[in-house]
T-cell receptor, first 119, second 111 residues
């Protein structure tokens, strides 16, 4: 089954304790991205990656890091989480897409979300 | 600055009636528009899209209309079913650029 898998689904942690949210897709997609969803703001992009070893900032990258060492994985890293990073996070992937792609109009496939609470 | 706006946070309709969800955008460079549907505890799933060269796209009960001069997009669901109850996100993108999402509209279809 084609899917985007995020782990963990839920996490409550404390300020300053480094955490990683994993994202894996099994569709051989080049493009992957991370979003956060906040009430009244919709989905805002944090970081995206057009392919292995290629990552770039989205609209709200502050306080986050990502890496893309393999095509299927795109982990989101919070080095020193703070309460304003409490949110619902979604990973997404699509074939092609993003800047410079030939076929960029491809819908993204989303994971089921990770709800992070930073106390 | 939100380039994609869904001004109605919620909408309630009766089963069998038409649901109309609206979306406005400010960036005239957007050339591709999508609607996503989201159930609780799940990620958004793609529903329907439209290119800026068209003004209408239909897929079963779902039709998306695009009015470029008004920078307005709408999703019509006819007839509405209780299973359509979800949050609907409007999204838009420029050529070779990344997607911008609206804040979402929660649709409730009452039996």
């Amino acid at each position: 089954e084609a899917q985007v898998t995020q782990n963990p689904r839920y996490l409550i942690t404390v300020t300053g304790k480094k955490l990683t949210v994993t994202c894996s897709q099994n569709m051989n997609h080049e493009y992957m991205s991370w979003y956060r969803q906040d009430p009244g703001l919709g989905l805002r992009q944090i970081y995206y990656s057009m392919n292995v070893e290629v990552t770039d900032k989205g609209d709200v990258p502050e306080g986050y890091k990502v890496s893309r060492k393999e095509k299927r994985n795109f982990p989101l890293i919070l080095e020193s989480p703070s309460p304003n990073q409490t949110s619902l996070y979604f990973c997404a992937s699509s074939p092609y897409g993003g800047r410079g792609a030939v076929y960029s109009n491809q819908p993204q496939h989303f994971g089921d979300g990770t709800r992070l609470s930073i106390l | 600055d939100q380039q994609v706006k869904q001004n109605s946070p919620s909408l309630s309709v009766q089963e069998g009636r038409i649901s109309i969800l609206n979306c406005d955008y400010t960036n005239s460079m957007f050339d591709y528009f999508l609607w996503y549907k989201k159930y609780p505890a799940e990620g958004p799933t793609f529903l329907i899209s439209i290119s800026s060269i068209k003004d209408k796209n239909e897929d079963g009960r779902f039709t998306v209309f695009l009015n470029k001069s008004a920078k307005h997009l709408s999703l019509h669901i006819v007839p509405s079913q209780p299973g359509d109850s979800a949050v609907y996100f409007c999204a838009a993108k420029e050529r070779n650029n990344d997607m911008r999402f609206g804040a979402g509209t929660r649709l409730t279809v009452k039996p």
